[in-house]
């Protein structure tokens, strides 16, 4: 999964099959695969020490390429797949259906991982796998709306059963909604420019295509301006509003956070800086004591629980991104469950009170 896609490249374009046509595997190169895979290994690897069956969620399912690998490599595995889009479990449970009954399946949307894992009767898991964003699933089916790259409905819903849209959001919110849509989740300097111009297009023609708002935000940026595509903030920002990707995540990281078991790791691939942000204080609050200073000895209570696998975010390398451009954005953390719990939603507990204090 990932953030927006580039522009098409008409040859590459011409030498490809269309979508449709291709095999899940053909349409989709899971991203940082084999460094995930090493990093979910120990967990895998205590369970069976323990002489447990390991069991791993896949959060963020899409078209099933990392929990193949997951399973192919690990034939004693189990793996729980989530996904809001039935479209993607439809695939990913056809593409894997020679691994039975290994596979579990739920749909729902990735902070429900307490419900997920009842549903199999485990009191926890061995590792967790979320590879945020928009999935190339998603953006390879033009008429999602995704991609501010062709001309498509203005949807962009991971899970096609919600109502709201992006043409909802961008024909009904007031100006006030709307700045706060592309300010915060899009981080958009030329949000003001950009909000004029839909509102007073609206006034006469109701947007309806990702191509007639992409255009209406290239005539509404300033001239000369750099960084890319002048749609590509906005288009982010309604699609995290449509889906409301950052609440979700902000519940599932204490969730997952919750369900490890001792050994057992969290890996997390993000596409933009607000999700890293988040995951990054996530990990930070799970790796630190929670303490007051000064403290002569320090209670068990409080002592951290989790370990840092990676130093900062690890990004893809060249030859990665070489072969599969969607992974360039891509940002990589890891963590290790290095005691066991004191007692189950410690973390959701901490973290609610938290954004209690906040509000």
């Given at each position: 999964?990932?953030?927006?896609?580039?522009f098409?490249?008409a040859?590459?374009?011409?030498?490809?099959?269309?979508?449709?046509?291709?095999?899940?595997?053909?349409?989709?190169?899971?991203?940082l695969?084999?460094?995930?895979?090493?990093?979910?290994?120990?967990?895998?690897?205590?369970?069976?020490?323990a002489g447990?069956?390991?069991?791993?969620?896949?959060?963020?399912?899409?078209?099933?390429?990392?929990?193949?690998?997951?399973?192919?490599?690990?034939?004693?595995?189990?793996?729980?797949?989530?996904?809001r889009?039935?479209?993607?479990?439809?695939?990913?449970?056809?593409r894997?259906a020679?691994y039975?009954?290994?596979?579990?399946?739920c749909?729902?949307?990735?902070?429900?991982?307490?419900t997920?894992?009842?549903?199999?009767g485990?009191?926890?898991?061995?590792?967790?796998?979320?590879?945020?964003?928009?999935?190339?699933?998603?953006?390879?089916?033009?008429e999602?709306?995704?991609?501010?790259?062709?001309?498509?409905?203005?949807?962009?819903?991971?899970d096609?059963t919600?109502?709201?849209?992006?043409?909802?959001?961008?024909?009904?919110?007031?100006?006030?909604?709307?700045?706060?849509?592309l300010?915060?989740?899009?981080e958009?300097?030329?949000?003001?420019?950009?909000?004029?111009?839909?509102?007073?297009?609206?006034?006469t023609?109701?947007?309806?295509?990702?191509?007639?708002?992409?255009?209406?935000?290239?005539?509404?940026?300033?001239?000369?301006?750099?960084?890319?595509?002048?749609?590509?903030?906005?288009?982010?920002?309604?699609?995290v509003?449509?889906?409301?990707?950052?609440?979700?995540?902000e519940?599932a990281?204490?969730?997952a956070?919750?369900?490890?078991?001792?050994?057992?790791?969290?890996?997390?691939?993000?596409?933009?800086?607000?999700?890293?942000?988040l995951?990054?204080?996530?990990?930070?609050?799970?790796?630190?004591s929670?303490?007051?200073?000064?403290?002569?000895?320090?209670?068990?209570?409080?002592?951290?629980?989790?370990?840092?696998?990676?130093?900062?975010?690890?990004?893809?390398?060249?030859?990665?991104?070489e072969?599969?451009?969607?992974?360039?954005?891509?940002?990589?953390r890891a963590?290790?469950?290095?005691?066991?719990?004191?007692?189950?939603?410690?973390?959701?507990?901490?973290?609610?009170?938290?954004?209690?204090?906040?509000?």
């Amino acid at each position: 999964m990932h953030d927006e896609a580039p522009f098409a490249d008409a040859a590459a374009t011409r030498a490809q099959p269309p979508a449709e046509h291709q095999t899940p595997a053909e349409r989709h190169t899971p991203v940082l695969l084999d460094r995930c895979l090493d990093l979910l290994q120990p967990g895998i690897d205590a369970a069976r020490e323990a002489g447990r069956t390991p069991w791993v969620i896949d959060a963020t399912l899409g078209m099933g390429g990392h929990t193949h690998e997951i399973l192919a490599r690990n034939p004693d595995t189990h793996v729980i797949g989530i996904d809001r889009d039935t479209n993607a479990l439809a695939m990913a449970s056809e593409r894997l259906a020679e691994y039975g009954d290994r596979l579990v399946t739920c749909h729902t949307t990735y902070d429900n991982i307490d419900t997920a894992r009842e549903t199999t009767g485990i009191d926890a898991v061995d590792g967790i796998l979320f590879d945020l964003g928009v999935s190339s699933y998603q953006l390879d089916e033009r008429e999602r709306g995704f991609a501010y790259s062709y001309d498509a409905p203005l949807d962009m819903r991971m899970d096609t059963t919600s109502t709201l849209t992006a043409a909802d959001v961008v024909n009904t919110y007031t100006h006030q909604q709307l700045t706060r849509v592309l300010k915060a989740y899009g981080e958009e300097r030329h949000a003001r420019r950009i909000i004029d111009a839909i509102l007073r297009t609206r006034e006469t023609q109701p947007f309806t295509t990702t191509g007639q708002l992409a255009q209406l935000i290239i005539d509404a940026y300033p001239r000369g301006t750099k960084g890319g595509h002048p749609a590509k903030r906005t288009f982010q920002a309604l699609r995290v509003e449509v889906n409301d990707e950052l609440a979700v995540l902000e519940a599932a990281l204490p969730a997952a956070l919750d369900a490890v078991a001792t050994g057992g790791r969290i890996v997390v691939m993000s596409y933009q800086s607000l999700e890293d942000r988040l995951v990054k204080y996530a990990f930070a609050e799970a790796t630190t004591s929670s303490a007051p200073a000064g403290l002569p000895v320090e209670p068990e209570e409080h002592k951290a629980q989790y370990r840092l696998v990676t130093r900062g975010n690890e990004k893809p390398t060249p030859q990665e991104v070489e072969e599969n451009s969607r992974a360039a954005a891509a940002r990589l953390r890891a963590v290790e469950r290095t005691r066991e719990p004191l007692s189950r939603h410690h973390y959701s507990d901490r973290f609610s009170q938290r954004t209690r204090r906040n509000s």
